[in-house]
């Protein structure tokens, strides 16, 4: 029996509850609604609610080629991951301090200092991601990875309805929780729960790997992604899919901001639109699963690209509806259709690159893929200055024809699926 398959029991349960943990994170502080929240309650302008994505996302990604080279001549990656993980931590426990001591007297200064650690925050998790995917696709093997990240999302979204409920009572004015205290109090739970998910997955049992490339410089990766570009048709067909379709993002962070401001919903809403984004999740989880066991992944990677222009369509459907507590709770659509879409694409995505990407240069498809898509995740900073200039509606228009075209691209990938299922395990 070969190291994968003895630990492959350990491992993928790690993976799993590592999955739930940040699900539960994710749904907690999310961009676009808990933490879009908190910086308008700081007096903070749409340009900086749209970074609040940018920056989040973009952190994750766009490191990742800038350490892939470094990260090809590691024969164990966990230990990168672990080191990243202790200033996360920190990052997030200052964030905590920073909202209780600051929130009530000086919300300006607060502003800066969480604008400051969530930068951290989000930019040493990238660092850190590069390692995270190469180390799964040590461990889990290519016939489970759908399923893997399958789990994970279900795991995960589960768990993202337990946060909606805490985000409800802690936002809830009957609750007699005030800012900075009901924020501050969010914040805690989300420290609780990253410290616990990162020092999990340090736990994986990593197998050692054998280097056998010379070490390469950065720019040397980069003349390496250049050619692989060039001569890959499918590779380029995915970096071109997921690039529009992360543009598509453009209007993500201000839906529950519109259902606040047009349709007067209250803000403790956030935590049903949170609930229906996971509960769609769930219930889409075992049948995309499914298919993608089946060697279906390319039926949910259209899916996740569907519901892409789907979202901002339904928004503008809304635009010529009027106002009242019904109606924000029927916006709930949009979340709905999102939490499927995204369920999708966090299967499909990831498993079509893994199963691409060749073993040995596996680092420099992740970074390379992960750190274009970083420069997409600041688009949203340009919905912030359209919504301002243009108003919402323009703005949903712009984000329906880009995803439409994502969409477009994502048929063509399609037929190339033999291409990447199938591709050696390491």
């Known amino acids: 029996m070969s190291f994968i398959e003895k630990n492959l029991g350990f491992n993928y349960t790690v993976g799993l509850v590592n999955g739930a943990i940040f699900g539960f994170v994710d749904a907690l502080i999310a961009p676009s609604l808990t933490l879009a929240l908190f910086v308008t309650e700081l007096g903070g302008s749409s340009f900086l609610v749209g970074l609040l994505a940018a920056i989040y996302n973009g952190g994750w990604f766009l490191p990742q080629f800038l ?26 426990f200052l964030i905590c301090v920073a909202t209780f001591a600051l929130g009530e007297n000086n919300p300006t200064l607060l502003l800066l200092l969480f604008f400051g650690l969530f930068v951290i925050y989000s930019f040493t998790a990238g660092f ?6 190469t180390v799964v696709a040590k461990i889990i093997p290519v016939q489970t990875r759908g399923s893997f990240f399958a789990w994970r999302e279900f795991t ?14 802690a936002l809830s004015p009957e609750r007699g929780l005030v ?13 609780g729960a990253i410290g616990a998910g990162l020092l999990l997955f340090c736990q994986v049992r990593e197998p050692r790997e054998e280097i056998t490339r010379e070490s390469v410089s950065l720019l040397e990766q980069f003349r390496a992604a250049r050619v692989i570009v060039r001569e890959n048709h ?15 993002d453009l209007a993500t962070p201000f839906y529950a901001i519109y259902a606040i401001n047009r349709l007067g919903a209250p803000a403790s809403i956030v935590g049903l639109y949170i609930g229906l984004t996971t509960l769609a999740a769930l219930v889409s989880t075992p049948l995309l699963s499914h298919l993608s066991d089946r060697r279906k992944l390319n039926w949910v990677l259209v899916t996740a690209a569907a519901a892409t222009p789907i979202i901002p369509l339904v928004a503008l459907v809304f635009t010529l509806s009027g106002a009242g507590d019904s109606v924000a709770v029927a916006f709930g659509l949009v979340f709905i259709v999102y939490g499927v879409g995204r369920t999708a ?3 499909a995505f990831p498993t079509y690159l893994l199963n691409l990407a060749p073993p040995e240069t596996r680092p420099l498809y992740i ?20 919504l301002d200039l243009f108003g919402f509606t323009l703005l949903f228009v712009i984000t329906f024809l880009m995803s439409a075209i994502g969409f477009w691209l994502a048929l063509g990938l399609r037929h190339a699926e033999h291409q990447a299922i199938g591709t050696p395990t390491p």
């Open 128 to 133: 850190a991601g590069n390692a995270f995917m």
């Open 156 to 169: 995960g979204t589960g768990m993202g309805l337990f946060a909606g409920y805490l985000i409800a009572v």
């Open 367 to 386: 970074g390379f893929t992960n750190t274009l898509l970083g420069i997409a995740t600041f688009i949203p900073i340009i919905g912030g200055i359209v």
């Open 179 to 191: 800012f900075p205290t009901n924020f501050g109090l969010l914040f805690v739970a989300a420290l």
């Open 67 to 92: 350490v892939s080279h470094r990260i090809q001549q590691l024969d164990l990656k966990v230990p990168l991951y672990r080191r990243a993980a202790y200033v996360r931590i920190v990052c997030w």
């Open 345 to 347: 694409a966090n299967i």
């Open 234 to 248: 499918t590779f380029r067909r995915y970096l071109a899919t997921r690039f529009i379709l992360a543009a598509g």
